[in-house]
Nanobody
Framework: QVQLLESGGGMAQVGGSLRLSCAAS????????MAWIRQAPGKEREFVAA????????LYGDSVKGRFTISKDNSKNTVHLQMNSLKPEDTAIYYC??????????????WGQGTQVTVSS
């Protein structure tokens, strides 16, 4: 019923910035949080960031803390991920997801199609 559409991915240089967006349509039901989760080829999913429906409370993965910022635009039902000081290890497909306010990636039940982020060294 709810759909997530990511955008804003692309290529960036080391130290550069990108801003991802995720637009949600439909009802989120009882799922209290939106999150960004990434996955590189051959690697496990990695939690990036999450925010509650209000956009006030936030969680960050250790690898992106201090560099990435998640925010919520409730008027457009959209969550953003501002990525600064990008590193090659940030290269991955970034997925928007709905689920609990948690760092556990397997707890999220609704996923977007993902957007590719490539950081060149």
């Amino acid at each position: 019923q709810v759909q997530l559409l990511e955008s804003g991915g692309g290529m960036a240089q080391v130290g550069g910035s990108l801003r991802l967006s995720c637009a949600a349509s439909g009802r989120t039901g009882s799922l209290p949080a939106m999150a960004w989760i990434r996955q590189a080829p051959g690697k496990e999913r990695e939690f990036v960031a999450a925010t509650t429906n209000t956009g006030i409370s936030t969680l960050y993965g250790d690898s992106v803390k201090g560099r990435f910022t998640i925010s919520k635009d409730n008027s457009k039902n959209t969550v953003h991920l501002q990525m600064n000081s990008l590193k090659p290890e940030d290269t991955a497909i970034y997925y928007c997801a709905l689920g609990p306010y948690s760092r556990l990636t397997n707890r999220y039940s609704v996923w977007g199609q993902g957007t590719q982020v490539t950081v060149s060294s």
